[in-house]
């Protein structure tokens, strides 16, 4: 097995950061949700997500120092985010969406309040105090080393409080799917739209939670 080493992200790991959470939003289609939401384009995307990770705004799936990189011959090559939900009391939805409204354009977070009817049935209940993985992402050539589950355990080592951990992910990710079942991840809760046009907007109309007990 190739010898990887992992640790917290950091600001010399932002452009991995920002490439591991579109392609994790993307979910394996051509649909990125900053752009089809706001109007953006993917490079616009790209700046907006460099800039939101440089603020390193705690408790929300962009908080920098919240992703756990895995690094092979000294360059990243897997993340995944985590955070606890309403840590310091402020709801993880509201941190990511302060800090959007402080870096958008008026005009996209105009275009994107427009369109939130359309994603709302597939809107997350977070529990505050719940311990959530995010954004994951694992580069094509090093796919196959159990890099998912590594980083999984290197963030639940980071959480010694948590008793339980959630993910979520879109009903079109089989791989994802796949890989937390392995790791004993069980089906929590699940999200349908039955909406036409949210295929236009997200990867796919349904969502799925998973959770994991911890046992320590």
Not at 11 to 21: C, G, L, M, N, R
Not at 129 to 155: D, I, K, M, T
Not at 172 to 194: D, G, R, T, V
Request: glycine content about 6%; overall charge negative.
């Amino acid at each position: 097995m190739k010898d990887y080493t992992f640790r917290k992200a950091n600001e010399s790991d932002i452009d991995f950061i920002v490439e591991s959470i579109i392609e994790a939003e993307k979910s394996g289609t051509d649909r990125l949700s900053y752009s089809t939401l706001f109007g953006l384009t993917e490079a616009e995307v790209r700046s907006l997500l460099s800039e939101a990770l440089m603020e390193d705004m705690e408790d929300c799936d962009l908080w920098l120092s919240g992703f756990v990189v895995a690094e092979y011959e000294g360059r990243p090559v897997a993340s995944l985010s985590a955070w606890v939900e309403a840590l310091n009391g402020i709801p993880s939805v509201n941190v990511k969406g302060n800090l959007l409204g402080f870096l958008l354009p008026r005009e996209a977070l105009m275009r994107a309040n427009k369109l939130n009817h359309i994603c709302s049935e597939l809107s997350t209940e977070y529990k505050p105090g719940s311990f959530w993985l995010g954004a994951a992402y694992v580069a094509p050539e090093h796919q196959g080393n159990l890099l998912l589950v590594r980083l999984c355990q290197e963030q639940i080592n980071l959480h010694p409080e948590a008793t339980g951990v959630y993910c979520q992910v879109f009903a079109n990710n089989a791989a994802s799917i796949q890989n937390f079942k392995l790791m004993k991840f069980e089906l929590s809760e699940e999200y349908n739209s039955n909406n036409e046009k949210i295929n236009e907007l997200l990867p796919s109309n349904g969502k799925f939670i998973f959770y994991k007990e911890l046992s320590r």
